[in-house]
């Protein structure tokens, strides 16, 4: 591992142990996320593309092999990685103020200060005024953007996001999809980014991984030409090349459901 | 993003104009259908009062008809003016207060602490899986047996008084309490629980700011349920002691064979019952004020 890897797995398995039995999650997943870079991760569902997540975040440790953040291998939740979820999971007993500040308590640095950090974020994402209000006075699309708030204030350096944009309104998800990057880029941070639709993984990675299914394997790196690699998600869509990547991408998912990834799945 | 009223300020003043007579008879029309609205649904609940108001006259009125022609037995059922002669009577010299101040004492007492104990249990269960897993039948079979019918053995361990009738009382509220609660406990949506793990939240972390405020509104109406087991508990303890109390009332009324004290405390309870309840309906609203469940 060099000094501008952010994040990596080697040679990485997962069994999911249960009542009904063990099954095979994800196998020899080898993976590096350079520092600054976004990548997105494919696949049909089964794929273990939420595992993958759930792993690098120190949720559980794999069955076999290695995750490694920064240069320190990866034993549980770590400040420095922030994860985001496909709802908002904001506290309704809670002001959207003290649900962005959430992670400041647990990690016990919530302070005057702090707190405006917090105010600061909720302001830069378009939030500001609304500190004080419950989240089921808030639409569904500024109720993820205060989620998005509660990740930043910690200062994470790794940002895992779960399919974040996935419940929201086409329109919305667009918009959130441009701050997202908007922000990470200006922050410099690192991004994985787990999504069931090709056309926001094209539109805002550097990197598109498509992984495989039964058990869970990376099939294809695709990394994403410029420009639409340093354009913005909307206007990336909207470039010349854009079909013929959304088409390629969509040609590897096809091959997944005609593959080996055909027989019958739970 | 253009707003409609941005819009309508673009257009001519004519247009304008036009639009803006439209919508005075729109928001005419629309006040006439609210204001429909709330006179039929003042009616309706006019007429329910007014239908409830009658029912209880209609029955205090037959009662006291029935009791005085002998239509039933006076002896046994009473009727209403007798009823109130007592209270009156038992209020004025000062005989009743004593009875009232025990009996909502002990339910007091019985149920704060019940609920409390109840919700410390659900924690412990909680935060050791393993012993929530050996107990659990037991908790079954508990809550399906009359605790009540353990009265007699706390009497004898803790002397006729106060201190056994609050035991009987805890009995009777602490199971149910420790399973709704336990139960909720668990069924706090695992998203909110990865939200803190994530940040790395201890077990104790996570049980002061998921598991505990998450439960809240089942904690709450939990002690509303137990303000009704409270009073079985404590009337039955009462009965049992045969000291002090509306249920020593009510027991004493039945070995004289005085109905007429059984059933004017009957209606003491009545009272005072709902009057504890509402508060406890007061507070859940006072306490659950700002935020909803989605």
């Given at each position: 591992?060099?000094d501008s890897?952010?994040l990596?797995?080697?040679?990485l398995?997962h069994?999911y142990?249960?009542?009904?039995g063990a099954?095979?999650?994800?196998?020899?997943?080898?993976l590096?996320?350079?520092?600054?870079?976004?990548v997105?991760l494919?696949?049909p569902?089964g794929?273990?593309k939420?595992?993958?997540?759930s792993?690098?975040?120190?949720?559980?440790p794999p069955?076999?092999?290695?995750?490694?953040?920064?240069g320190e291998?990866?034993?549980g939740?770590?400040?420095?990685?922030?994860?985001?979820?496909?709802?908002?999971?904001?506290?309704?007993?809670?002001?959207?103020?003290?649900?962005?500040?959430?992670g400041?308590e647990?990690?016990g640095t919530k302070?005057?200060?702090?707190?405006?950090?917090?105010?600061g974020?909720l302001?830069?994402?378009?939030?500001?005024?609304s500190g004080?209000r419950y989240?089921?006075?808030?639409?569904?699309g500024?109720?993820?953007?205060?989620?998005?708030?509660r990740t930043l204030?910690?200062?994470?350096e790794?940002?895992l996001?779960?399919?974040?944009?996935s419940a929201l309104?086409l329109?919305?998800k667009m918009?959130?999809e441009e701050?997202?990057?908007?922000?990470?880029?200006?922050?410099g941070?690192?991004?994985?980014?787990v999504?069931?639709d090709?056309?926001e993984?094209?539109?805002?990675?550097?990197r598109?991984i498509?992984?495989?299914?039964?058990?869970?394997?990376?099939r294809?790196?695709?990394?994403?030409?410029?420009?639409?690699?340093?354009?913005?998600?909307i206007?990336a869509?909207?470039?010349p090349g854009?079909?013929?990547?959304f088409?390629e991408?969509?040609?590897?998912?096809?091959a997944?459901d005609e593959?080996?990834?055909?027989?019958?799945?739970a | 993003?253009r707003?409609?009223?941005?819009?309508?300020?673009?257009?001519?003043?004519?247009e304008?104009a036009?639009?803006?007579?439209?919508?005075?008879?729109?928001?005419a029309?629309m006040?006439?259908?609210y204001a429909?609205h709330?006179?039929?649904?003042?009616?309706?609940s006019a007429?329910?009062f007014?239908?409830?108001v009658?029912l209880l006259?209609?029955f205090i009125?037959l009662w006291?008809a029935a009791?005085?022609?002998?239509?039933i037995?006076?002896?046994l059922?009473?009727?209403?003016s007798?009823?109130?002669?007592?209270l009156w009577?038992?209020?004025?010299?000062?005989?009743l207060?004593?009875?009232?101040?025990?009996?909502?004492?002990?339910?007091?007492v019985g149920?704060?602490l019940?609920t409390?104990?109840?919700t410390v249990?659900?924690a412990i269960?909680?935060w050791?899986?393993?012993?929530s897993?050996v107990?659990d039948?037991?908790?079954?079979?508990?809550n399906?047996?009359?605790k009540v019918?353990?009265?007699?053995?706390f009497?004898?361990?803790?002397?006729?008084?106060?201190a056994?009738i609050?035991a009987?009382?805890?009995?009777?509220?602490?199971?149910?309490t420790?399973?709704n609660?336990?139960?909720?406990?668990?069924?706090?949506?695992?998203g909110?629980?990865k939200v803190?793990?994530?940040?790395?939240?201890?077990?104790?972390?996570l049980?002061r700011l998921v598991?505990?405020?998450?439960?809240?509104?089942?904690?709450?109406a939990t002690l509303?349920?137990?303000?009704?087991?409270?009073w079985?508990?404590?009337i039955?303890?009462?009965?049992?002691?045969?000291?002090?109390?509306?249920?020593?009332?009510?027991i004493?009324g039945?070995q004289?064979?005085?109905?007429?004290?059984?059933?004017?405390?009957?209606v003491v309870?009545g009272?005072v019952?709902?009057v504890?309840y509402q508060?406890v309906?007061?507070?859940?609203k006072?306490?659950t004020?700002?935020w909803?469940e989605r």
């Amino acid at each position: 591992m060099n000094d501008s890897t952010a994040l990596a797995l080697r040679r990485l398995s997962h069994v999911y142990v249960g009542d009904k039995g063990a099954s095979l999650a994800v196998e020899g997943i080898d993976l590096a996320v350079a520092k600054g870079e976004f990548v997105s991760l494919v696949g049909p569902s089964g794929c273990g593309k939420t595992t993958l997540l759930s792993l690098l975040a120190g949720l559980f440790p794999p069955t076999t092999g290695e995750v490694w953040l920064g240069g320190e291998r990866v034993f549980g939740p770590s400040p420095k990685v922030g994860y985001m979820l496909q709802q908002d999971y904001l506290f309704p007993w809670r002001t959207i103020r003290d649900n962005a500040a959430v992670g400041l308590e647990i990690q016990g640095t919530k302070s005057k200060e702090t707190m405006k950090k917090v105010d600061g974020w909720l302001e830069e994402l378009g939030l500001g005024g609304s500190g004080y209000r419950y989240p089921h006075e808030l639409s569904g699309g500024m109720r993820q953007r205060v989620a998005l708030a509660r990740t930043l204030v910690t200062e994470p350096e790794v940002l895992l996001l779960d399919e974040p944009f996935s419940a929201l309104d086409l329109h919305i998800k667009m918009q959130l999809e441009e701050l997202v990057v908007e922000t990470l880029g200006k922050l410099g941070k690192t991004a994985v980014l787990v999504t069931h639709d090709l056309s926001e993984a094209a539109a805002m990675s550097d990197r598109v991984i498509v992984l495989g299914r039964n058990p869970g394997h990376i099939r294809k790196e695709i990394a994403i030409p410029e420009p639409i690699r340093s354009t913005d998600p909307i206007e990336a869509r909207k470039l010349p090349g854009f079909q013929t990547l959304f088409e390629e991408l969509w040609a590897e998912l096809d091959a997944v459901d005609e593959g080996k990834g055909g027989e019958s799945h739970a | 993003m253009r707003n409609p009223e941005q819009q309508a300020a673009g257009e001519p003043e004519s247009e304008r104009a036009e639009v803006s007579g439209a919508q005075e008879e729109r928001a005419a029309l629309m006040d006439d259908l609210y204001a429909k609205h709330k006179r039929n649904a003042r009616r309706t609940s006019a007429l329910a009062f007014a239908t409830q108001v009658s029912l209880l006259v209609a029955f205090i009125v037959l009662w006291e008809a029935a009791g005085r022609n002998k239509w039933i037995d006076p002896l046994l059922f009473s009727f209403p003016s007798k009823l109130l002669d007592q209270l009156w009577t038992t209020m004025m010299d000062g005989s009743l207060w004593p009875h009232v101040g025990a009996t909502v004492m002990e339910t007091i007492v019985g149920f704060l602490l019940g609920t409390l104990t109840g919700t410390v249990l659900a924690a412990i269960l909680w935060w050791f899986p393993f012993l929530s897993r050996v107990f659990d039948p037991y908790l079954v079979v508990l809550n399906s047996m009359p605790k009540v019918a353990l009265g007699p053995i706390f009497i004898v361990g803790l002397g006729p008084g106060f201190a056994s009738i609050v035991a009987i009382t805890l009995m009777v509220t602490v199971i149910i309490t420790t399973i709704n609660i336990y139960n909720r406990f668990r069924e706090i949506d695992s998203g909110y629980v990865k939200v803190v793990r994530l940040f790395g939240a201890s077990r104790l972390q996570l049980f002061r700011l998921v598991i505990l405020p998450g439960s809240f509104p089942v904690i709450i109406a939990t002690l509303k349920v137990n303000v009704g087991l409270a009073w079985v508990g404590v009337i039955v303890g009462e009965f049992l002691v045969a000291k002090i109390g509306l249920g020593y009332q009510i027991i004493y009324g039945f070995q004289v064979f005085n109905f007429t004290l059984v059933l004017s405390s009957l209606v003491v309870i009545g009272v005072v019952a709902t009057v504890m309840y509402q508060l406890v309906a007061w507070l859940e609203k006072r306490l659950t004020e700002g935020w909803r469940e989605r």
